[in-house]
């Protein structure tokens, strides 16, 4: 028998990566398995997913729309129309287990599945559970979390902590330091510290990086500025005047893996992919978390750290006035480094994927 499997959501990469991690853990186990990803259209997963080897099928779901309330009336509309798309594309596949990794496609999927007979799977990767996840979770079999303490949001029971999946390249982080300086062509004498927003970039970061732009030219220190893609025109006429070797700018960074292995410190928004890879590469992190998203579960995502001293946290409206000093303190005071470091790696999660594939299997009657 061939094993089927849907996997359903994404919006960001926050949720994307750990989906196409989780779909190829399945595969190592079952080469044979057929899967499918059913995500928003014209959402990021409809071009990440196919580059990763895997078909999608596209949902005409999106947010509401607080600001222009007749606009929701489509948005409704297409809500039902993809609930009908979801139960159809469930009845023709019939897969043996609906994973739902958060986003909006996967409400009407695991809706579907579930309805339908299927059993679901949800992995939440923020310590703070979304509304689609919580109602989601009443008919899940299993949800695997990566914060402790989520029963506060699910049944006891079936909740399992296996961390967020992280992408298999980032584990030789280590044996590639040479390599990453000159892939950035930066000093190897030199400290380093990585800037990212997120995978879209985040604006705060980017205007508090503006607004020290002259600070960090007076340092030796080496930057890698991720702006993301909306604001990467702005960051780069602002960067001009200070235009140096230590100093890289751009819009996404593609190898990550090459970013961390050079990285002595990062400043970073609190996405909880981003967190799960920091934890388990070790890295001392500055944290400003997002305030723009569901219930600020990144906040909280960030404070899951903070509380451990784990990391250092600058609120987004105190960003401006501290991230660039709060850098060059840290980055010139081993100690605390050290400890950062030290402590974060008590947090990470191992084999993710694999643990989440195998309560997914546990599901299917082999
Ligand atoms: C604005 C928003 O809605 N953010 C949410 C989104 O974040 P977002 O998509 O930013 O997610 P994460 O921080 O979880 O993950 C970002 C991922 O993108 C990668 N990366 C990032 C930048 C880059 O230049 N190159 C690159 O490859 C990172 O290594 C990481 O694997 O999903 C997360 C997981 O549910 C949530 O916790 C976040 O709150």
């Known amino acids: 028998m061939k094993y089927k499997f849907i996997i359903s959501g994404g919006g960001t990469g926050g949720h994307i990566f750990p989906a196409i991690s989780i779909a190829n853990a399945l595969k190592k186990r079952l080469p044979d398995a057929d899967i499918l990803f059913v995500g928003a259209l014209g959402r990021m997963e409809m071009e990440r997913v196919p580059a990763a080897g895997y078909p999608i099928e596209g949902l005409p779901i999106s947010g509401f729309d607080r600001k222009n309330m007749l606009r929701n009336i489509k948005v409704v509309w297409n809500l039902l129309r993809s609930l009908v798309l979801a139960r159809r594309i469930?009845?023709?596949?019939?897969p043996n287990v609906a994973i739902g990794v958060g986003g909006y496609a996967s409400a009407p999927t695991l809706r579907a599945a579930?309805?339908?007979?299927?059993?679901?799977v949800i992995q939440e990767q923020n310590s703070y559970a979304g509304v689609?996840?919580?109602?989601?979770a009443k008919k899940a079999k299993r949800?695997?979390?990566a914060y402790d303490g989520m029963d506060r949001f699910f049944p006891k029971e079936k909740?399992?902590?296996?961390?967020n999946p992280v992408r298999q390249d980032l584990f030789s982080v280590g044996s590639k330091t040479e390599e990453a300086y000159k892939f950035f062509n930066f000093d190897p004498k030199k400290k380093t510290i990585l800037?990212?927003?997120?995978?879209?970039?985040?604006?705060?970061i980017n205007q508090s990086i503006i607004a020290g732009l002259d600070k960090l030219a007076e340092t030796d220190v080496q930057i890698i500025w991720q702006t993301g893609k909306f604001y990467i025109e702005d960051a780069r006429k602002a960067a001009e005047p200070f235009i140096s070797p230590n100093l890289l700018v751009t819009d996404f960074v593609s190898r990550m893996d090459m970013a961390y292995s050079i990285a002595d410190l990062v400043v970073s928004r609190a996405g909880a992919s981003s967190i799960s890879e920091l934890c388990l590469l070790a890295k001392p992190v500055i944290l400003i978390p997002s305030p723009n998203v569901a219930e600020d579960h990144q906040t909280q995502n960030a404070l899951a750290l903070v509380r451990k001293d784990a990391a250092i946290m600058i609120k987004?409206?105190?960003?401006k006035a501290q991230l660039v000093d709060k850098m060059m303190e840290v980055i010139e005071d081993e100690a605390q480094l050290n400890k950062l470091s030290k402590n974060i790696l008590q947090?990470?999660?191992?084999?993710?994927a694999d643990r989440i594939a195998e309560e997914i299997l546990k599901l299917v009657a082999l």
């Open 347 to 352: 947090l990470a999660e191992k084999d993710s």
């Open 143 to 145: 949800i695997c979390v």
């Open 132 to 136: 689609t996840n919580k109602l989601l």
């Open 159 to 163: 909740v399992i902590l296996t961390g």
């Open 114 to 120: 579930s309805a339908l007979g299927v059993p679901t």
């Open 90 to 94: 469930i009845s023709r596949f019939k």
């Open 316 to 319: 987004d409206t105190d960003s």
């Open 195 to 204: 800037v990212v927003g997120g995978s879209l970039g985040a604006r705060t």
